[in-house]
């Protein structure tokens, strides 16, 4: 694991590589961004990037500005856009990014992802406990950001996400449901909130053999 800080516009981002060991690389990169509630600590996340790399797949959890400078408000959907899009080309200009590219990310780094990945060139997306609306506010839809997106999308919600559950989003879309689990993908005490990460994981690697993209060669 390193960690690299990138400056960009809006502030310093810093991404945190976890890479697939050199005997099992050379099956992609996952760059995942967190949630306007928290950072690149959020269970599914850890979870993902201890689990993906022992399957070839390389991990890099980025870290939004405001979360590095310290700040508890996270900025505006267009600063988070740019200093998004500017960590990701300042990774593939390191040759830190393998193909297939997917891009994702927890609740709003999932709306980041699927608003700029034709932008910074993904292969596909994923969606963590998407936001689809604000809680109890169905009217205020975000569904035209993930419709909007260029890419094969996969959403992986909880039954119990406030923000929208797996029934709510459009026929067509590829949801995969979280028994039990909240925005947070918490579970009551009765379920086994490791199973329940397990589940998360193993759908992301499902949907990666899955996967109907591309493995381009590495972009100038």
Do not use: N, Y
Not at 51 to 72: C, F, M, N, T, Y
């Amino acid at each position: 694991m390193r960690q690299l800080d990138i400056p960009t516009e809006v502030g310093t981002a810093r991404a945190t590589m976890h890479p697939a060991p050199r005997r099992r690389a050379g099956r992609g990169a996952l760059v995942l961004g967190h949630g306007a509630g928290g950072g690149v600590d959020a269970r599914d996340l850890v979870a993902l990037a201890g689990s993906a790399p022992a399957h070839g797949i390389d991990v890099v959890l980025v870290e939004q500005p405001w979360r590095v400078s310290g700040r508890r408000v996270a900025g505006a959907p267009q600063q988070l856009d740019r200093a998004w899009t500017a960590a990701l080309a300042a990774l593939e200009a390191a040759g830190d990014l393998a193909r297939p590219l997917v891009v994702g990310g927890r609740s709003a780094g999932a709306r980041v992802a699927c608003r700029t990945a034709g932008a910074v060139g993904a292969d596909a997306c994923l969606a963590l406990a998407f936001p689809l609306h604000p809680p109890g506010r169905p009217e205020r839809s975000r569904v035209e950001e993930l419709l909007g997106c260029p890419v094969p999308v996969l959403v992986v919600q909880g039954e119990r996400d406030s923000f929208g559950g797996p029934a709510e989003f459009p026929a067509g879309t590829r949801v995969v449901p979280v028994p039990l689990a909240d925005h947070g993908f918490r579970v009551p005490a009765r379920v086994d909130s490791a199973a329940t990460m397990g589940l998360v994981v193993t759908a992301v690697l499902d949907w990666w053999e899955l996967l109907k993209v591309a493995a381009p060669a590495r972009r100038p």
